[in-house]
């Protein structure tokens, strides 16, 4: 596509229940990143994928949240058991190949708020 | 431990000057580094991209410099306009394509 897509572009869940966020990057980008950015914080580094190699998941702050990649483009986010802490925006990013000096694009997020 | 700082304050200045922005980095050994444009409700933006080896880049009124020995990163807007009020954010590669941003600082430019 044209750019980074996320969906939904909003989501309110209730405390305890599971969340997908969904990230379609841009078509031919082999590296694709998922950060979260709380009200007026900066990003928060959460995942990265690289082609066919093991993801980096250092950020990844509990064993509440996973993400995988398919085939190497769509990827999705999971929450689970959310908690009111999780409330944020969900930023997924590619690049065309992830290598030193490549601009990663941003999609516009996917706002969560758990209630 | 690995920080990278921006000021938290908002920067305010009248519409024609020069805006200056600071990132400072400590215990990282970046190989680039890169700033950000977000406007609220969206998602960042990229601008410039600088290199470990590079002193200075720039681009229309945009100008990046980056200092490894001070640690430190210095984005500048020139002639500024009430058009680029925006948070800036400066971003490091820490390893090959994972990139660490700071927290950003707002710039306001006043007409």
């Known amino acids: 596509g044209a750019g980074v897509s996320q969906s939904p572009s909003n989501k309110v869940t209730e405390k305890g229940k599971d969340v997908e966020l969904r990230c379609d990057p841009i078509?031919?980008?082999?590296?694709l990143y998922w950060y979260r950015q709380s009200l007026g914080q900066g990003l928060e580094f959460l995942i990265y994928?690289?082609?066919?190699?093991?993801?980096?998941k250092s950020g990844l702050p509990s064993d509440r949240f996973s993400a995988e990649r398919t085939g190497g483009s769509v990827s999705t986010l999971t929450i689970q058991r959310t908690q009111q802490e999780d409330s944020a925006v969900y930023l997924c990013?590619?690049?065309?190949?992830?290598?030193?000096?490549?601009?990663?694009?941003f999609g516009e997020g996917s706002w969560l708020t758990v209630v | 431990s690995q920080k990278i700082e921006q000021n938290s304050e908002a920067l305010n200045i009248q519409e024609g000057k020069t805006a200056t922005l600071t990132c400072n980095y400590t215990?990282?050994?970046?190989?680039?580094l890169q700033w950000y444009r977000q406007d609220p409700g969206r998602g960042p933006v990229f601008l410039l991209l600088?290199?470990?080896?590079?002193k200075e880049k720039r681009k229309e009124r945009l100008k990046v410099t980056f200092d490894t020995t001070l640690k430190q990163s210095l984005f500048h807007i020139t002639a500024s306009q009430p058009a680029d009020s925006a948070t800036y954010l400066c971003?490091?590669?820490?390893?090959?394509?994972?990139?660490?941003f700071g927290q950003g600082t707002t710039l306001q430019v006043k007409p």
């Open positions: 990013a590619s690049s065309a190949t992830g290598r030193s000096g490549n601009t990663i694009y």
């Open positions: 078509s031919g980008h082999t590296a």
């Open positions: 994928f690289q082609g066919n190699s093991a993801p980096d």
């Open positions: 215990n990282y050994s970046p190989a680039y």
């Open positions: 600088i290199r470990e080896n590079e």
């Open positions: 971003a490091l590669a820490v390893n090959t394509g994972k990139l660490i």
